[in-house]
Nanobody, 124 residues
Framework: QVQLVESGGGLVQAWGSLRLSCAAS????????MGWFRQAPGKEREFVAA????????YYADSVKGRFTISRDNAKNTVYLQMDRLTPEDTAVYFC?????????????????WGQGNQVTVSS
């Protein structure tokens, strides 16, 4: 069982930066694939980025590639999402997710553990 608590969202101007954090409970954090997803009003939840258990493998949605960076610190049971060059199209509620699996997944249905969500608003 893993519980996830996100922090770091807020309001930022276009071209600004934010860093989201997701702290996990439990002693087996290092065995989980961690993902970030987002959901804008009226839209489905979409994949943003994911990282494997060791941090050696990452994957990004095309819309954020080159602007966002996912990382993890297994000693701190925390995964991060550094978001740079933000645009209004990045405005959404951001969720972190966790699952014990061999490979990174971009599908929300394959993650069983979710954080509460954190609002990110980018003004133009």
């Amino acid at each position: 069982q893993v519980q996830l608590v996100e922090s770091g969202g807020g309001l930022v101007q276009a071209w600004g930066s934010l860093r989201l954090s997701c702290a996990a409970s439990g002693r087996t954090f290092g065995s989980y694939v961690m993902g970030w997803f987002r959901q804008a009003p009226g839209k489905e939840r979409e994949f943003v980025a994911a990282i494997n258990w060791s941090g050696g493998n990452t994957y990004y949605a095309d819309s954020v590639k080159g602007r966002f960076t996912i990382s993890r610190d297994n000693a701190k049971n925390t995964v991060y999402l550094q978001m740079d060059r933000l645009t209004p199209e990045d405005t959404a509620v951001y969720f972190c997710a966790a699952e014990r699996m061999w490979h990174i997944s971009v599908f929300p249905r394959q993650y069983n553990y979710w954080g509460q969500g954190n609002q990110v608003t980018v003004s133009s």
